[in-house]
């Protein structure tokens, strides 16, 4: 079977994962079921997001192990910065709900779980999660699932990002331009567009309030357009489950390019130095993808 028709085929059924969300989430319930005093990142609900060939690996130590050793080193360096991905997000959300979040934005939300595990969100933030009808179809059936219903602070919004406009998407669904909002775009931007890119990132700078927050990770034009290594082994990897990267931004050039687009407060944090400034004691071996940034930038106070 060609890859146009097994990409055809994921997204048709509906009852199966997304791949690369399935992913994601496998990590996060891997990374769960260590002790406490040795985890990266904590997700009680992903283990639920899981097909049962990647429960039975996940759930199985020896099982585990023997996967992580087939996969080779730069998967295994791969696991562990979407590990550490879960948990910068995860602890800029809560700072930010400190600061006065009222609304919150989850871009390719995928199988993202912060809406029902963040304490105080329920209670302060409204959330909307945005995300591919197919994934979005899935999920919210294993969200009732887990609860037995959707939760009332969550709102659901149905779009393909690379075709529909969050001005088509957000409004109707009820997106408040006037309160301070956080957009979370973890693990998305590398699979958009650079239109479709540019275009997210005008919405929020044209329709946020004041204080509002873009939190995303990237990677260099290096890894998107193959001539690093890593970028090649990534690239082959995610043709093989209907992926490929369209998005990267050039070396040392970040600050420039949100700068342009009326953001500024500009917060850029490699993997490797997140790793070694927040995990030296307990991870201090441990590798990561080192051409992934963690960026936040603050809508300008003269766009609003």
């Known amino acids: 079977m060609g890859k146009n028709k097994v990409k055809e085929g994921l997204k048709e059924n509906l009852k199966e994962p997304n791949p690369t969300a399935e992913l994601t989430a496998s990590h996060r319930a891997a990374e769960s079921l260590k002790p406490e005093t040795e985890r990266i990142c904590d997700d009680p609900y992903a283990i639920h997001f899981l097909s049962l060939a990647t ?129 979370l775009m973890e693990g998305l931007i590398c699979y958009l567009t650079p239109e479709t890119v540019d275009g997210i990132l005008s919405f929020i700078v044209e329709n946020s309030g004041k204080g509002s927050i873009v939190l995303f990770d990237y990677h260099e034009e290096s890894v998107v357009n193959g001539t690093c290594e890593e970028g090649r082994i990534l690239q082959k990897y995610f043709e093989q489950v209907g992926e490929s990267f369209k998005f990267g931004i050039e070396e040392g050039k970040i600050e420039e390019f949100l700068l342009k687009r009326g953001f500024s407060d500009i917060t850029n944090v490699s993997s490797e130095d997140y790793k070694i400034n927040c995990f030296k004691e307990m991870n201090e071996n441990m590798a990561v993808h080192n051409p992934l940034y963690f960026v936040n930038a603050i809508v300008s106070a003269l766009q609003n």
């Open 55 to 183: 429960l039975e690996i996940v759930k199985d130590p020896v099982k585990l192990k023997a996967f992580s050793q087939q996969v080779g080193p730069l998967a295994q360096a791969m696991g562990t910065l979407i590990r550490l991905r879960v948990r910068y997000f995860d602890d800029f959300l809560k700072k930010s709900l400190k600061e006065g979040l009222e609304q919150l934005v989850i871009l390719g939300a995928g199988y993202d779980t912060r809406a029902y595990r963040i304490e105080g969100l329920k209670e302060n933030v409204k959330v909307f999660e945005v995300d591919h009808p197919h994934t979005q179809h899935f999920k919210i059936e294993k969200i009732k699932e887990i609860f037995g219903f959707t939760p009332e602070h969550v709102t659901y919004v149905p779009a393909d990002l690379e075709t529909q406009t969050l001005n088509q998407s957000l409004f109707s669904a009820g997106y408040n331009r006037s309160k301070k909002t956080l957009f």
